[in-house]
């Protein structure tokens, strides 16, 4: 018989003696750093600020490796980059009231994108919690309330005995299915304090697994084994979990042809006889999918984009795997099974049969010839041409971030990203300013290894100022700017009022940083971006060119 007091860990004599002599002078702030220490973390972001000063002074006697870059937000998105790369949770370090907020975009798009960072701000002292207005610097009614609608889960430290475990209660949270931001609040008299708190030598935050209900699978695989025209949407969530093996087993096993959504690109091999690519907002991929008898959808809540603006309505039989509850049967009914997209995967990989189909590569074939008949009646060879040059010039490994632009819009559908997570963009939340301090997050995740952002010249100008930061740390990004003088896909919905942008001389501004950069033509794109990619350190191309956007189809 198994008593509670036989699980219980005892302390090695290495923790006796750590908790019996603690280091003199250790604060709040150095408890926050020895419990990120003990949950793996290597590389922080964020910014100081006066009530989290403990906090990063705890960070420079520690060997983290601190990354700050010039805004909050942009800090925020490149701490998205590095948790989207690496699976890991990255930490974001802020300060009160409106270095905290200043997040909030950066942490609505890893939330949309269920990228795991875990936010720590700093807030006022202890005796102005719970909403009584003391003056503060800083002080808002209700800090957490800003974040709650956003980020996965917040949590409160009010003494600090809590930080350990509030912390690795968030670090859980942000690394169990589905993943996602996390925002920790401290209070800055916590943060400054001495503690006689020992250092902190064992921590645990082990994600919960989510694991599929086996009665719901295995009617799954009936209904897919026994279907005549299956098809499957992949969406980001089979990215997260890491499951894109998974998934290209599943789909040769039933002969079902697969379409990735914009955030799950990369889930399926692009030019596999079974790949409807990306090309959802186009009316004969909409008509392929509804006239699926079955229709396995696996990591997606098929929400407006991938749903070619909500007129997409199935006609057969729903499955939907989706781990977060809140997305399930959210826009059609179906079969709705709550679970990693991974673990999910696997259970109908070990019940599904064989399902025989030589038919399914010839109507793969013939919808993305038809989609490619519409795009051909249009005059856009030039926007296809730049893909092509940029997919050219880009090494298969290496990843890619796109900010909200016409060309991104192009690349959601039409850019083949070989491998699974090299693909990464804004359209989770939809906010500017996404791409060039997100592949600087990428530089850090994934060193010596060369990082495309593009983003137009309007979202270019969130973000210049982070060339600082990629020549302060010598990172490898290519920064394209595409500069059409304006919000260009505003213009392209036809929006004449406030979408002319006259702006600067992005080459010479990034020249004034010490980045050196280079103004390209579409003729010369390939080889310009190839030269750049190849250089080591941080550069700029900036392309002068005015774009246009295919056809909706769902007007």
């Known amino acids: 018989m198994t008593h509670d007091h036989d699980l219980v860990l005892r302390p090695t004599e290495a923790q006796k003696a750590a908790a019996l002599a603690p280091p003199p002078g250790r604060t709040g702030g150095d408890l926050v750093v020895e419990t990120l220490r003990g949950l793996g973390a290597t590389t922080v972001f964020g910014l100081p600020g006066q009530h989290a000063l403990a906090l990063f002074d705890a960070v420079g006697r520690s060997d983290l490796r601190l990354v700050g870059l010039r805004t909050e937000n942009n800090a925020g998105f490149a701490a998205d980059a590095y948790g989207r790369i690496t699976g890991e949770a990255a930490p974001l370090l802020l300060s009160t009231g409106p270095g905290a907020l200043m997040a909030l975009p950066a942490?609505?798009?890893?939330?949309?994108?269920?990228?795991?960072?875990?936010?720590?701000?700093?807030?006022?002292?202890?005796?102005?919690?719970?909403?009584?207005?003391?003056?503060?610097?800083?002080?808002?009614?209700?800090?957490?309330?800003?974040?709650?609608?956003?980020?996965?889960?917040?949590?409160?430290?009010?003494?600090?005995?809590?930080?350990?475990?509030?912390?690795?209660?968030?670090?859980?949270?942000?690394?169990?299915?589905?993943?996602?931001?996390?925002?920790?609040?401290?209070?800055?008299?916590?943060?400054?304090?001495?503690?006689?708190?020992p250092q902190v030598t064992g921590v645990d935050a082990t994600p919960h697994e989510l694991a599929p209900r086996p009665e719901l699978t295995a009617l799954a695989a009936h209904w897919l084994e026994n279907a005549t025209r299956p098809v499957i949407i992949a969406g980001g969530g089979v990215v997260r979990s890491d499951a894109a093996g998974k998934l290209k087993q599943l789909a040769e096993r039933l002969n079902a042809p697969v379409v990735t959504t914009f955030g799950g690109k990369g889930a399926f091999p692009w030019t596999h006889p079974l790949s409807l690519q990306s090309w959802l907002e186009d009316r004969h991929m909409t008509d392929f999918l509804e006239d699926a008898d079955v229709l396995l959808v696996v990591g997606s809540g098929l929400g407006e984009l991938s749903s070619n603006y909500h007129t997409f309505f199935p006609t057969g039989r729903v499955v939907q795997i989706e781990a977060d509850l809140g997305k399930l049967e959210s826009n059609h009914a179906g079969l709705g099974i709550h679970a990693d997209a991974r673990l999910a995967l696997q259970a109908l990989l070990e019940t599904v049969s064989e399902r025989a189909d030589p038919s399914a590569p010839e109507r793969v074939r013939l919808v993305l010839a038809d989609i490619a008949a519409r795009l051909a009646t249009q005059d856009l060879v030039q926007e296809q041409q730049l893909l092509t040059s940029i997919r050219a010039a880009l090494p298969a490994r290496s990843p890619s971030f796109w900010d909200m632009t016409i060309l991104s819009y192009w690349a959601w559908s039409a850019f083949d990203p070989k491998h699974p997570n090299t693909m990464h963009s804004a359209q989770g939340a939809g906010g500017l300013g996404y791409a060039f301090p997100a592949a600087l997050g990428a530089c850090l995740a994934e060193p010596d290894t060369p990082v495309l952002a593009v983003s137009g010249d309007g979202g270019a100008m969130y973000s210049v100022a982070e060339l600082?930061?990629?020549?302060?740390?010598?990172?490898?990004?290519?920064?394209?700017?595409?500069?059409?003088?304006?919000?260009?896909?505003?213009?392209?919905?036809?929006?004449?009022?406030?979408?002319?942008?006259?702006?600067?001389?992005?080459?010479?501004?990034?020249?004034?940083?010490?980045?050196?950069?280079?103004?390209?033509?579409?003729?010369?794109?390939?080889?310009?971006l190839k030269k750049a990619l190849a250089a080591p350190g941080p550069s700029v191309l900036v392309l002068p060119a005015t774009l246009r956007m295919f056809a909706p189809t769902h007007v």
């Open 468 to 528: 600082a930061t990629a020549r302060q740390h010598d990172l490898d990004v290519t920064w394209l700017i595409v500069d059409d003088g304006g919000y260009g896909i505003l213009r392209d919905y036809g929006c004449t009022t406030g979408t002319e942008l006259p702006g600067p001389d992005f080459a010479a501004l990034a020249e004034s940083f010490g980045v050196p950069a280079a103004t390209t033509a579409p003729e010369s794109l390939t080889a310009d």
């Open 107 to 197: 942490l609505a798009e890893a939330a949309a994108a269920s990228a795991p960072v875990v936010a720590i701000s700093s807030q006022v002292p202890v005796a102005g919690l719970g909403g009584g207005r003391r003056g503060h610097l800083h002080e808002l009614r209700d800090q957490s309330a800003s974040f709650r609608d956003v980020v996965k889960s917040v949590h409160t430290v009010r003494t600090p005995s809590q930080i350990p475990s509030v912390i690795a209660e968030a670090w859980e949270s942000a690394l169990s299915a589905p993943h996602g931001p996390v925002f920790v609040e401290i209070p800055e008299d916590v943060l400054r304090a001495e503690t006689i708190v």
